[in-house]
T-cell receptor, first 110, second 113 residues
Framework: RKEVEQDPGPFNVPEGATVAFNCTYSNSASQSFFWYRQDCRKEPKLLMSVYSSGNEDGRFTAQLNRASQYISLLIRDSKLSDSATYLC???????????FGTGTRLQVFP | GAVVSQHPSWVICKSGTSVKIECRSL??????MFWYRQFPKQSLMLMAT?????????EQGVEKDKFLINHASLTLSTLTVTSAHPEDSSFYIC?????????FGPGTRLTVT
């Protein structure tokens, strides 16, 4: 079983739609959680950290459920520029290394 | 935010040759740098962790004699792919960490013919 699992998608949504991605992690020692965005043939870029209390940054909302070991990302009012792959990333407390999911691909169409 | 550069951004080489990739933290000192590899439609896989002035720590399954890592200073780490084969063709991404966050370089696309 992969340490971080995501639905690879693709999610094809129209502009203005709300879309949600989920991610599960298997290692309970995971301490920090992130969503990264990766455009085709580019490096991943930090979108937002995920906190237990949930956090919001503009149209993006991230939630963490430690009991169920899943993380979510909600994107409201999707823009064409949101088209990318969204990577769920966890930091293992024991190894202090980032573990990446395979990513969920989002395609927003006009 | 902090900037990490990689050079070259892409390289094509013949099978059997060696390729060196440089990773630099431009505006901060990085005691720890990471090297990742990403195959198409797959996740980033950590290859090794390098600390300045000491030997790199390789992940299971990564050949240390094939992927030579040198972290000579707080701002420079290099990855040398020795005796490259077509299956080594991939996207290699370095990352550098300061006290707060891990920053990624733009990646190097290696194609071995």
């Amino acid at each position: 079983r992969k340490e971080v699992e995501q639905d690879p998608g693709p999610f094809n949504v129209p502009e203005g739609a709300t879309v949600a991605f989920n991610c599960t992690y298997s290692n309970s020692a995971s301490q920090s959680f992130f969503w990264y965005r990766q455009d085709c043939r580019k490096e991943p870029k930090l979108l937002m950290s995920v906190y237990s209390s949930g956090n919001e940054d503009g149209r993006f909302t991230a939630q963490l459920n430690r009991a169920s070991q899943y993380i979510s990302l909600l994107i409201r009012d999707s823009k064409l520029s949101d088209s990318a792959t969204y990577l769920c990333v966890v930091n293992n407390l024991n190894t202090d290394k980032l573990i990446f999911g395979t990513g969920t691909r989002l395609q927003v169409f006009p | 935010g902090a900037v990490v550069s990689q050079h070259p951004s892409w390289v094509i080489c013949k099978s059997g040759t060696s390729v060196k990739i440089e990773c630099r933290s431009l505006d901060f000192q990085a005691t720890t740098m990471f090297w990742y590899r990403q195959f198409p439609k797959q996740s980033l896989m950590l290859m090794a962790t390098s600390n300045e002035g000491s030997k790199a720590t390789y992940e299971q399954g990564v050949e240390k004699d094939k992927f030579l890592i040198n972290h000579a200073s707080l701002t420079l780490s290099t990855l040398t792919v020795t005796s490259a084969h077509p299956e080594d063709s991939s996207f290699y991404i370095c990352s550098a960490r300061d006290h707060y966050e891990q920053y990624f370089g733009p990646g190097t696309r290696l194609t071995v013919t």
